[in-house]
């Protein structure tokens, strides 16, 4: 490993914490969206495949921590993953403890990392020997994580049933780009539909703006009333063992040590059944908050990295909620990287360990400075000059060339199309990770299909 | 006429319904362009294109687009803790 490479490493790291330092403090942007199609383009981009591990990890763990500053802040929530402390945000917002709470969400997320990865890394060497055999059976374990993300989200039958349909209609459009000549045989676009159920909801609600009815209910009066609280004094310490209480930190702890098991079930579901649970025995609401916002910190970290450590080293199929959605170009991402071909099989141990490392160590100690310090200025700065248009543009835009550059004109639409059905279901309740899961499978489950 | 100056709110936050349309439009130019512009026989030169064109994209948009939000600072009367 020479000097130059480390260097990469060290600058894509540096990139990542900027650019997810600012989406992280815009509200209302989804992790999965902001989180796959950069680091597709990363992948694309030719670069080293140990450097792309070391940004996308810088990537998770920023967004991670910068994600709950708005929440905290000015009780939007950043993303997905940091609604479950909007409640105990905006309790502690109104007792005027918002400083406190942005202290200890901090502290939180820091144990968190800091716990998760060696467990996280431990328990990908012990599944290791197994990955091999579940790698065999990669296209039926595709098929079974459709069914079980199914069976633990919260509308069971409705996600089993959008299974089979949705499969063909990712085949439908291979079949067609296929049989127009528009792409060879041998290519099977995945991408950008990914991309396509990534941008389905939003779709879907710029769609309805075009219908009459459905605009009336969208529309908004006045302009968007966004309140920053003053800047109590929370004292000036960055030493986590002071922020917390013993029991906070305790608690942190072992929340980040538990979420690393169960890693194929989805992060925000175990940031809420973790966090509720080990926080709610006590009394006191204040207390109870706070707590709550420094599990929950942990918890956010854990269970991502763990979801995409794990199947990274271990698997090298994306069989967990995170390595299938944020973190699927890191598996499958044409010409780079296919199943058989990605991360897990291009890295060696010691260059995981060390990307995981770098990217965490460097993303935390400036994400964990900065919004230490400059929380308020940079929420000031992102409310006041970025318009939500902008990002809204940016987005389909990225969309737009991504799907063009995979099979041409006639995809924009293909993946209009897959936005349209995507976002209906998942705005009727079906998971993206139960969509993502029916991507993967759809060959096999459309090959068993026509044999009956 | 009236439409222009609708607003709606998605994705948790209000936007103008005309400088949406501004801006995806604006954007999308940038974007193509920058991509056709791109030696077409290099993959990545013509991905790197795109997302500068992306990129300016979002910079014009930005300075012609003002954010539909009401910034309120609240001065900390509440009780402080250390």
């Known amino acids: 490993m020479d000097g130059l490479l480390i260097l990469k490493m060290v600058l894509a790291a540096l990139g990542a914490v900027v650019l997810y330092t600012f989406i992280g403090f815009i509200p209302g942007t989804d992790e999965t969206s902001v989180l796959m199609p950069i680091t597709l383009t990363v992948v694309l981009s030719g670069l080293e495949p140990i450097v792309v591990l070391t940004f996308f990890i810088a990537a998770i763990v920023t967004l991670n921590l910068t994600n709950a500053i708005p929440t905290v802040l000015v009780g939007l929530p950043g993303g997905v993953m940091s609604s479950p402390m909007m409640e105990y945000s905006l309790f502690l917002k109104d007792k005027g403890l918002s400083a406190l709470a942005i202290k200890k969400m901090a502290a939180g997320s820091l144990i968190g990392t800091v716990v998760s990865i060696p467990v996280a890394l431990l328990l990908a060497h012990i599944l290791a020997p197994y990955g091999k055999n579940i790698q065999a059976f990669a296209p039926v374990m595709f098929f079974i994580g459709a069914i079980f993300l199914s069976l633990i989200g919260k509308n069971k039958i409705l996600s089993l049933f959008s299974i089979i349909p949705l499969s063909i209609l990712f085949m439908a459009l291979r079949h067609l780009y296929w049989g127009t000549g528009v792409v060879p045989r041998d290519t099977n676009i995945t991408t950008s539909f990914f991309l396509g159920i990534t941008i389905g909801p939003l779709i879907v609600s710029l769609l309805s703006l075009l219908n009459r009815k459905s605009l009336e209910t969208m529309k908004a009066e006045s302009y968007k009333r966004v309140v920053i609280p003053g800047r109590s004094i929370a004292g000036s310490t960055l030493n986590p063992f002071k922020i917390l209480k013993k029991s906070e930190m305790g608690k942190s702890f072992l929340a980040a040590f538990i979420a690393n098991f169960p890693f194929v079930l989805s992060p925000v579901g175990l940031t809420v059944l973790l966090g509720e649970g080990i926080s709610s025995r006590e009394k006191d609401a204040v207390k109870k908050a706070e707590t709550a916002i420094a599990v929950m910190g942990a918890l956010i970290q854990a269970t991502y990295l763990s979801g995409i450590i794990i199947p990274l080293i271990a698997l090298g199929i994306p069989l967990s909620p995170v390595s299938i959605g944020p973190g699927s170009a890191l598996f499958n991402a044409p010409p780079v990287f296919t199943v058989d071909k990605n991360l897990h099989h291009v890295l060696e141990s010691w260059q995981f360990v060390f990307a995981i490392l770098l990217g965490a160590i460097i993303a935390l100690a400036i994400t964990y400075y900065v919004t230490n310090r400059f929380a308020w200025e940079i929420s000031t700065f992102v409310l006041k000059k970025i318009p939500h248009e902008s990002i809204i543009g940016l987005f389909i835009s990225l969309i737009l060339l991504l799907s063009y550059m995979d099979a041409g004109l006639i995809n924009v639409f293909g993946v209009l199309l897959i936005g349209i059905a995507c976002g209906t279901l998942n705005k009727l309740g079906v998971s993206y990770g139960v969509q993502f899961m029916s991507l993967y499978a759809a060959p096999w489950i459309v090959e068993k299909l026509i044999s009956f | ?82």
């Open chain 2, 1 to 82: 006429m009236e439409k222009k100056y609708t607003m709606v709110e998605i994705w948790g936050d209000v936007i103008r319904i005309k400088d949406l349309i501004v801006s995806v439009a604006i954007s999308s130019i940038f974007t193509m362009a920058a991509y056709f512009l791109a030696p077409s026989n290099n993959r990545v030169r013509e991905l790197f294109y795109g997302l500068l064109g992306a990129v300016l994209g979002f910079i014009v948009t930005n300075v012609l687009i003002k954010p539909k939000r009401v910034i309120v600072f609240e001065e900390n009367l509440k009780g402080n803790k250390g």
